[in-house]
């Protein structure tokens, strides 16, 4: 009888133990995964801290990322029609843009955004303006054509899947939707709504995220 009972806590042991290391495990992860986006985004922080000031004025609706993360790889077509991610921009600072033929206030948008590219595109920045139309497909192009969009390169995602995947991590509510995103894809601001892009304010947020 005493052997069984021995037995029977050494297996009670044992159990605790298992449970406790799965517990550790869980814990863990979830604190190695945390800590893993905030090395990612460290450098972010810093920049994110110096816009802070400059979402004023003509950019005052937007939203500095408190702790930046990693934004998802997002995918989309790219002017040849191939395949394209978020992640192939690496090493760039990014102003990605959702917009619409369907949108009003994206359209409104679009010229200012085309000067800012004028302005400021190159090797280190660029407007990645994405167009979510899922029907009458060749109609984004004939209207940028018409509004005399020249600077913009045409990036799709005919199926608005990206629009999905950022509203899933609740950084997309409506159109048009506009993040600034670091050359390692970490998130510095966000802006839900139209923006004058090519004003002086929105060209000072955009430098000092270039570091100017």
């Given amino acids: 009888m005493m052997t069984d009972i021995v037995r029977f806590r050494r297996h009670l042991v044992a159990a605790a133990v298992v449970v406790l290391g799965i517990g550790a495990i869980a814990v863990y992860g979830r604190w190695d995964s945390g800590n893993s986006a905030a090395r990612e985004c460290g450098a972010a922080k810093s920049v994110a801290q110096r816009l802070v000031p400059l979402a004023r004025g003509e950019v005052?609706?937007?939203?500095?990322?408190?702790?930046?993360?990693?934004?998802p790889d997002l995918g989309f077509l790219g002017p040849d029609g191939a395949a394209r991610t978020l992640s192939s921009f690496r090493g760039r600072t990014v102003l990605l843009n959702l917009?619409?033929?369907?949108?009003?206030?994206?359209?409104?948008?679009?010229p200012a955004l085309d000067k800012?590219?004028?302005?400021?595109?190159?090797?280190?920045f660029e407007v990645l303006a994405i167009n979510i139309d899922t029907r009458n497909l060749g109609r984004p192009k004939v209207w940028l054509e018409e509004a005399g969009i020249?600077?913009?390169?045409?990036?799709?995602?005919?199926?608005?899947?990206?629009?999905?995947?950022l509203r899933r991590i609740?950084?997309?509510?409506?159109?048009?939707?506009t993040l600034l995103i670091d050359p390692g894809g970490c998130e510095l601001a966000l802006l839900s709504g139209p923006a004058e892009w090519a004003s002086g304010d929105a060209l000072k947020?955009?430098?000092a995220a270039l570091g100017g």
Avoid: I
């Fill in 116 to 124: 800012l590219q004028a302005e400021l595109g190159g090797p280190h």
């Fill in 170 to 177: 609740g950084k997309a509510v409506g159109m048009p939707t």
């Fill in 205 to 207: 947020l955009v430098r």
């Fill in 99 to 110: 917009w619409a033929t369907w949108c009003a206030p994206c359209r409104h948008e679009m």
């Fill in 150 to 165: 020249r600077r913009l390169a045409y990036y799709s995602d005919p199926e608005a899947k990206v629009f999905q995947d």
């Fill in 60 to 71: 005052a609706a937007v939203t500095v990322a408190n702790d930046p993360k990693p934004l």
